[in-house]
């Protein structure tokens, strides 16, 4: 049986990718400074959105890499580099990170203490809600998450010319080590930045909704991805409708997820019908907040839903194409869902949407291709030193 | 030879490889009527066969859609028109709370359909009179051979040249089958019929049981079946057998006073109206003839009774003949009834039954308003300054 | 030991030919029961008297036997349901969603998995039947036109629950059917007495292992597959939701339902673990269902074992994090309350012994796995106890604080589930295939067409 590694020829990415990252980048993040010069608040709150869905690509592929350890699935290994790729973003959210620190202020109530010396449930939270905890707790974060980066990449980036079978043992023991550690890192993440937003709300379930949608949003990049670069070529001939298929079933399959989780958070908290609770969904379903709210039922599931049911459409690259930038366009939607009702500035009920809630997805994407496109300079597009490779691309249902 | 219907030939493989090469090899060729054996499903078969993907889907997918709808439409309907019940200060149609059961219908349904559309409508099942069970050529295909199988009722089917087919290709046994003897099953035959009737006694007995008795038992009735008497109950204990006692003659209720013209035609005029309206008694007024009154006469004492019909409709209390009866009469006619209004002293009281009547009072006058009522709401209004 | 990545594990091990295997799985059905069957019939048998003459006497004489009573209204009936039918999970998780996943090592485990399902469902649904002590009326459960012109209560858990479980053990019952049709039709061409061939023939429906049948039968799998997975996950939700919809504390939380399905999920593969250890062993399968397989599972357990304790830590951060006073003080009375006792079994049972699993000498060696599972199936029993009772025994109103003390009724009752699940289990190692011989045939080495012949 011929090697099907040996196929493999490196090529660059597209120039064109590159470029129009930079235009996308730089575009938007001009018309991100100047929305933060004209309306702080308003730009903030979009910034953090923007903040979140990177967190989500960036961290949601760091647990791709780790779930693909930990199975021991051979599918996912000639796409895996690809996902290191994303993760590259976890350096560059240190920088990210620091305009949000800096205006702490503006967007948690909890942070004010003239607003927590009136308000007893804030005190009894002090101990947990106080700003150098957060700051503790953010850097504390990233810094794990860049660890765990650099170890995956490095050990990964190593086998390529060593083809040691030992790397892929160690990862492995990081990964297993890794998914604890992410569950309980996202979760935190998950409750800082935006369960906290709105301080006297608290759902059990939060850390787990946002992993559904972090965990979506990575695999649609990592599809959009795969897609992108199979049809410019890159992968020549190496990659089947087999590959493809897999990667729609589990969208499929995380779609239902999202949607699982989503409906008993509504569920449990709609029945009890508890103020302390219910107070989270009715800001949700104020004016014309319930415009989005019910657009995001549709948009977050019946439409994807519908899309990947059958099974030919989970190998037809258009279709899986389309379901991939739809979603990822739907967990931004669910960030902004999650995160612009508690924008404090704004008239109840009112949804704020004009020219600054676009330029920002603008330079999300640019800054999401130029991460990508640098890191993946110069480098193999698929693992070829990985031991499972062969096995990877000699994949059949 | 004997004279059974030849069904065709099969062939043995001892390999998967040879089994596909063997299954393209036939559809290349264009035999269209042949089927491959193997005692699991085989990789790449689908292509070698030429087989359209299944449709088994569209079955599961039309079912499990009537399941949601059919499941949301039952529990739209029991809970919010057929018997509408609040539940936890929710909505009648409370969508959250019906998806558990929508989801489960439409998993019940789909598969089932699935697995049943499949087993009879794609399968023919069961079929044990199939010709091929029952040979060696299954047997070993039951272990671990992979075999191959050609109806004589192919278009192209050819014994001698599907045979030589057979063996280029490797065949490591070729077989000829023949459809089994069709008996044919006695229908009128002694043992039948006693088992017919067997099956009939035991049916008709069982069902009576169930219906009849067992229906109707109390396994352990111990709260229902207590050492006390129930209202009604014969009794030993007293001479004239009745578990119930007669009161003393001329006893009264505590605060009863007997109505004194009961059974009279028009006392009206020795009952005279002792309230005088006011807002707490017309609305007690008002309260009572809502729970009496409205469900025949209506809200608005229309005669449009609540009843749909279940009940002779009233005449309406809008008349000029009740309307120029005295309060009285009306009072007299709440107490003690009138054709087949029956009376209802026992559920008002005195007080409430003249609140009634002023209630009454007031929706003949607001039904009947004359010119100089609508000035008097003018002025008022004008002086309330609206 | 050096796992060499570049080749996958063979599923079957010892080289078995595909007519080895099948020798090795119809071999209890073709020969008599020994002793040791009998031995451990009669003593599952004897379990199942003992809860069947304790039950019969609840029904004589009254529930008012049992330990519930106020505060505690919810006692051992919904501890045992809950337990039960958390353990029928792993049945139907290990043939749907390993089959979604194309975990080939599913084959060898899956179908004794389904059976223990739909046994450990039958004895689920004995507890909401038998729980108001007058089981003749379950019948108004279901939505009839009854004399009373009244529906059941459609936005009730409890009715969610008879629709869920009911439709749970029908789908997996189906399920498990369609994949033993293959195997009857295999038992039909093996066996030669004429009683046993009409049963198998009947049962295998005319099955001829043709490939035109094949392939729509691979489709309805996938689809059932496909179906099964949801539902799975739904059975336990709305268990969950008996719980969380109401307005309890320690009951009420939004985590629930994920964490009653991982819940589920560790407690199902923990007893299929315990059982496969002895059937492998007694029927000398131990090439079909190698250790590789018990590896894998004592994987899942370890993580569904993580994922139980984050949920823990989870309610009772937000406990805290909340600042409701009473959801903290459910907590710290669970933890430090008067059944800190059954907490810490709780919580040293399925979070921490588990942790042992993280050594691959302890996920290998049969024994400690076998004590460690055993130790999971006790800690998943408390993890239901602490939450019915727990909660309940201390609520709103001080003055009615209790606490519950079971009856010999209830652990009786109890132990009588365990019987009645251990005799339906014994009786199936003898009454079919125990291992699914035509899977398990598709996945030996060299079963399947080489790729580099056909293409």
Known sequence: MASKVLEYQKKSLPQSMNKLGWILLVVGAIAGAAAFYLDTTRALYNYLIVYMFIMSIAVGSLFLIALEYVAGADWSVPLRRLVEFFAALIPVMFILVIPLLLNIHTLFHWSHAEAVSTDAILQGKSAYLNSTFFIIRVFGILIVWTLFYLLFTRNSMKQDITKDQKLTKHNILFSAIFIPVFAITITISSIDWMMSLEPHWFSTIFGVYYFSGTFLAALAALTLAVIFLNEKGVFGKLLIPDHLYSLGALQFVFINFWGYIAFSQYLLIWYADLPEETVWFLHRWEGGWVIVSILLIFVHFVVPYAVLLSQPAKMDPKRLKFASIWILFAHLLDLYWLIMPNMSSGKEGSVPFGWIELVFPVALVGLIIVVFTMRAKNKNIIPIGDPKIERGLDFHL | ?????????????????????????????????????????????????????????????????????????????????????????????????????????????????????????????????????????????????????????????????????????????????????????????????????????????????????????????????????????????????????????????????????????????????????????????????????????????????????????????????????????????????????????????????????????ALERAKNATQSDLDEIKKESAANGK | MNIDYTIEAPVVEGRLTIGEIEQLVAAPMETKPDKKFYIALSISGSFLLFGAVLLALSFYKGIGLWGNNQPVGWGFPIVNFVFWVGIGHAGTLISAVLFLLRQKWRTGIARFAEAMTIFAVICAGIFPIIHTGRPWLAGYLFPYTSQHGLWVNFSSPLVWDVFAVSTYLTVSFVFWYIGLIPDFAVMRDRTSTKIKKTIYSTFSLGWRHSHRNWQHYEKAYMLLAGFATPLVLSVHTIVSFDFAVSILPGWHSTIFPPYFVAGAIFSGFAMVVTVLVFVRKIFDLEHIITLNHLEKMNKVILATGMMVGYAYGMEFFIAWYSGVEVEQFVFVNRAFGPFAWAYWIMVSCNVLIPQLFWFKKIRRSVPVMLIIVIFVNVGMWFERFVITVTSLHRDFLPSSWGYFTPTIYDIGILLGSFGLFFTLVILFTKALPVVSISEVKAVAEGAQPSHGGTH
């Open chain 2, 1 to 361: 030879m004997n004279n059974k219907k030849f069904y065709g030939l099969t062939a043995l493989f001892n390999t998967p490889n040879e089994i596909i090469k063997a299954a393209k090899k036939l559809s290349s060729e264009g035999y269209t009527k042949f089927d491959v054996h193997t005692p699991y499903p085989l990789h790449g078969m689908d292509d070698a066969m030429r087989l359209k993907p299944s449709k088994l889907g569209y079955i599961t997918l039309f079912f499990g859609l009537s399941g949601a709808a059919l499941a949301l439409l039952f529990m739209y309907w029991t809970m919010s028109i057929d018997y509408p019940m609040v539940i936890g200060g929710k909505p009648f149609f409370a969508l959250p709370a019906f998806i558990p059961i929508a989801f489960e219908v439409t998993v019940l349904l789909a598969t089932l359909s699935t697995v049943i559309g499949m087993l009879t409508f794609f399968f023919n099942f069961p079929n044990n009179n199939h010709p091929l069970i029952g040979t060696d050529y299954l047997r070993s295909v039951s272990v671990d051979k992979f075999g191959i199988a050609i109806e004589s009722d192919d278009e192209k089917f050819n014994n001698t040249a599907v045979r030589a087919m057979f063996g280029s290709l490797g065949a490591v046994k070729v077989e000829e089958i023949y459809y089994p003897d069709t008996e044919t099953f006695p229908l009128f035959q002694k043992k039948f019929i006693f088992l017919l009737l067997t099956f009939a006694v035991i049916t008709s007995g069982t069902t009576y049981f169930v219906l009849n008795k067992l229906m109707f038992m109390q396994p352990f009735s111990w709260m229902m079946l207590q050492d006390k008497l129930i209202p009604q109950e014969k009794s030993e204990f007293f001479a004239d057998g009745f578990g119930m006692r007669v009161p003393v003659e001329g006893t009264i209720a505590r605060g009863h006073k007997p109505y004194e013209f009961k059974g009279e035609v028009n006392p009206s005029s020795f009952l005279i109206n002792p309230i005088v309206p006011s807002k707490e008694s017309m609305m007690l007024g008002k309260k009572k003839f809502l729970t009496f009154c409205s469900p025949c006469h209506g809200n608005f004492a229309d005669g449009d009774s609540r009843l749909r019909g279940q009940f002779p409709n009233p005449p309406t209390l809008h008349t000029k003949r009740v309307r120029d009866m005295v309060d009285g009469q009306i009072f007299h006619i709440i107490t003690n009834g009138q054709n087949i209004m029956a009376s209802y002293a026992s559920q008002t009281s005195v007080e409430e039954r003249w609140a009634i009547v002023n209630y009454v009072r």
